[in-house]
């Protein structure tokens, strides 16, 4: 199985900046894609940035040039620095990995961290 340990969020004031980590643990093969995800109440879950193990990243057009995705593999880490935060970002942020294990990629997901953008 995978585990996760999410941390990072919290409140934050607009025009702030906030750094999200994101550690898997557990047994498999290897983990190819590292994503976040997030999630409105109410609303779908959506893409907010996803990163190949070759470490290129892509980013929703909504976070685009404010959110960077990265990731150290030797940690087995993904991080979300966001900066330039606006209310509209707030969201409970989930961590994705996408991991093969005997012969078969899977996805799984983290417990999510709460990020709230408030003055």
């Known amino acids: 199985q995978v585990q996760f340990v999410e941390s990072g969020g919290g409140l934050v004031q607009p025009g702030g900046s906030l750094r999200l980590s994101c550690v898997v643990s557990?047994?498999?093969?290897?983990?190819?894609?590292m994503a976040w995800y997030r999630q409105i109440p109410g609303k779908q879950r959506e893409l907010a940035a996803i990163?190949?193990?070759?470490?290129?990243?892509t980013y929703a057009d909504s976070v685009k040039g404010r959110f960077t995705i990265f990731r150290d593999n030797a940690k087995n880490t993904v991080y979300l620095q966001m900066n330039s935060l606006k209310p509209e970002d707030t969201a409970v942020y989930y961590c994705?990995?996408?991991?093969?294990?005997?012969?078969?990629?899977?996805?799984?997901w983290g417990q999510g961290t709460q990020v709230t953008v408030s003055s």
């Open positions: 994705n990995v996408n991991v093969r294990n005997g012969g078969e990629n899977r996805d799984y």
């Open positions: 557990g047994s498999f093969g290897s983990i190819l894609a």
């Open positions: 990163i190949t193990n070759g470490g290129r990243g």
